[in-house]
């Protein structure tokens, strides 16, 4: 959390430690509260996003909870940014998720936003996994939103 590169490298690095059973709130607050100012005080020429599916809530690894809609909702949020800042220049690597059965409907869910489709196929577990109960952010995961947005200041 408190490593934000050295040298010349301060200010280059941002960790944002988000604890286990964070969900669609944690997520969205995080990318809103801290990404986004993030990216506008440093400027990318290019953003490129490691999309980790493992925050998926059916994910055998990860214990977070996060839905396909969810990954949808931030790829247009970085989209956004990558319009504003770097000319749409944005790439999503898939790097990470281990549910065979749910990681195709994140990806879809990425795909489908950057390329203005949308397909036939139905997540038919986005809505469930959405009122699963720890999905507003939590208090506890909130402090740890607001104590890192004095860190915005050292990006560079």
Known sequence: MSDRGTGEGHGYNFNIPLPAGSGIGAYLTTLNELVVPA???FKPEIIVV???FDAAAVDPLGPMILNSE???KMTNILMKEANRLCNDRLVM????????S???FCGLAVIEEMSGQRTKVVDTLSDE?????QQEIQP?????VDSLKSYLKDIC
């Open 50 to 52: 490691a999309c980790g």
């Open 102 to 104: 749910y990681v195709p």
């Open 70 to 72: 969810t990954y949808r």
């Open 129 to 133: 996994i959405a009122v699963w109960g």
């Open 39 to 41: 990216l506008q005080r």
């Open 93 to 100: 690597i898939h790097e990470g998720g281990y549910s065979p």
């Open 140 to 144: 506890h995961q909130q402090n740890l």
